[in-house]
T-cell receptor, first 112, second 114 residues
Framework: SQQGEEDPQALSIQEGENATMNCSYKTSINNLQWYRQNSGRGLVHLIL?????REKHSGRLRVTLDTSKKSSSLLITASRAADTASYFC????????????FGSGTQLTVLP | DGGITQSPKYLFRKEGQNVTLSCEQNLNHDAMYWYRQDPGQGLRLIYY???????QKGDIAEGYSVSREKKESFPLTVTSAQKNPTAFYLC?????????????FGPGTRLTVT
């Protein structure tokens, strides 16, 4: 019942550059969330964007949502080595808002 | 210090043995979840519980069992019927924030069955 799918699967950039990762989903949603996972750790919630929002910012993070294209993007500006992690988008399961379905993630590597 | 604790961090078992993974939260969240993560993949839902004494199967419940006798605790038992139990297991709880259920995760338990 996977809903969201991230693209690219892997991304490698230099410190200071911006990183953009995308998420596409299949059915209508009322919100979309992004999570980060450092290697061997649990996931950490980054940001939630509601279906009536087009863009949201949190520090160096910028998330956009295009409900007509069923897609979202996560932009990390001025990346740091500490941003190296996997990033997942998550969407509520249709008919069960408390359940989230997660994509396979984008593995971001920021080189010092 | 609020959060979700999972223990142990690493667990080794012989094939054919049942094993129970612990998950405790002091966030006062009603809903709790168990996920399985295999290398390079996303999370797959095993079981979730919206309230004490109630739980529902997720996508991959076969070979697993849970209980929810207390709000704070949601242990997962990996039974010998689970064909491929070696994986990283994550527990989470959730709360409704700004119109969506944001999930809080524990640090995970890496289970190796040989």
């Amino acid at each position: 019942s996977q809903q969201g799918e991230e693209d690219p699967q892997a991304l490698s950039i230099q410190e200071g550059e911006n990183a953009t990762m995308n998420c596409s989903y299949k059915t209508s949603i009322n919100n979309l969330q992004w999570y980060r996972q450092n290697s061997g750790r649990g996931l950490v919630h980054l940001i939630l964007i509601r279906s009536n929002e087009r863009e949201k910012h949190s520090g160096r993070l910028r998330v956009t949502l295009d409900t007509s294209k069923k897609s979202s993007s996560l932009l990390i500006t001025a990346s740091r080595a500490a941003d190296t992690a996997s990033y997942f988008c998550a969407t509520p399961l249709s008919g069960s808002a408390r359940q989230l379905t997660f994509g396979s993630g984008t593995q971001l590597t920021v080189l010092p | 210090d609020g959060g979700i604790t999972q223990s142990p961090k690493y667990l080794f078992r012989k094939e054919g043995q049942n094993v129970t993974l612990s998950c405790e939260q002091n966030l006062n969240h009603d809903a709790m979840y168990w996920y399985r993560q295999d290398p390079g993949q996303g999370l797959r839902l095993i079981y979730y519980s919206q309230i004490v004494n109630d739980f529902q199967k997720g996508d991959i419940a076969e070979g697993y069992s849970v209980s929810r006798e207390k709000k704070e605790s949601f242990p997962l038992t990996v039974t010998s019927a689970q064909k491929n139990p070696t994986a990283f297991y994550l527990c989470a709880s959730s709360i409704n924030i700004a119109g969506g259920y944001e999930q809080y995760f524990g640090p995970g338990t890496r289970l190796t069955v040989t």
